[in-house]
C-alpha cells in the first residue's frame, strides 16, 4: 500500500505517486467547437488539487468529422490549444503529470464513415 503514495518514473518523467485518472469522457460539457471550457478546467483542477499524480485527459477528438458526439473536446483546430492549455496548466500547479487520449470514431461515427477515406496512424504518448 505504501508504494501506491510514492513517486514512480517513467523514462524521463517522474509522477509524484501512482494514483492515476483514467480518460472519462464528460460530453455535453463542450460545444460544437470542441474546445474545453471553465468546466473542464475546473473539473481537473479539482482532481489534481486532490492528490492525483497522472491525469489522462477524456478522448479528445483529432478529427471535427470523426467525433463521438458533436459536444466532444477536441484537437484538431488551434482554437483549442487553449483550453487544453488551462487544463494542464491547472493540474500543474498541483503537482500531477497530464496526459491526452487521442480518439478518432471514424467506426462508430457513420457520416464519417460514408464521406471519408482513414490512415491508421501509430501514436506515441507524450507527457505534457
Known amino acids: 500500500m505504501s508504494d501506491m503514495f510514492s513517486p514512480i518514473r517513467i523514462k524521463q518523467v517522474e509522477i509524484k505517486n501512482r494514483i492515476v485518472l483514467p480518460p472519462m469522457v464528460c460530453l ?12 473542464h478546467v475546473a473539473h481537473y483542477e479539482a482532481i489534481a488539487r486532490g492528490g492525483c499524480g ?37 493540474c500543474h500547479r498541483h503537482g500531477a503529470k497530464v496526459l491526452i487520449q487521442l480518439c478518432h470514431a471514424l467506426a462508430v461515427n457513420t ?3 460514408r464521406t471519408q477515406s482513414f490512415v491508421l496512424l501509430s501514436v506515441r504518448f507524450l507527457f505534457f
Not at 28 to 39: L, M, N, P, V, Y
Not at 54 to 83: K, N
Open 28 to 39: 455535453h460539457w463542450s460545444d460544437d467547437s470542441g474546445e474545453a471550457t471553465a468546466r
Open 54 to 90: 497522472l491525469i489522462i485527459i477524456e478522448a479528445c477528438s483529432v478529427s471535427e468529422s470523426a467525433r463521438l458526439l458533436d459536444p466532444q473536446l477536441g484537437i484538431w483546430a488551434d482554437a483549442q490549444i487553449e483550453g487544453l492549455r488551462q487544463i494542464t496548466e491547472a
Open 111 to 113: 457520416k464519417a464513415l
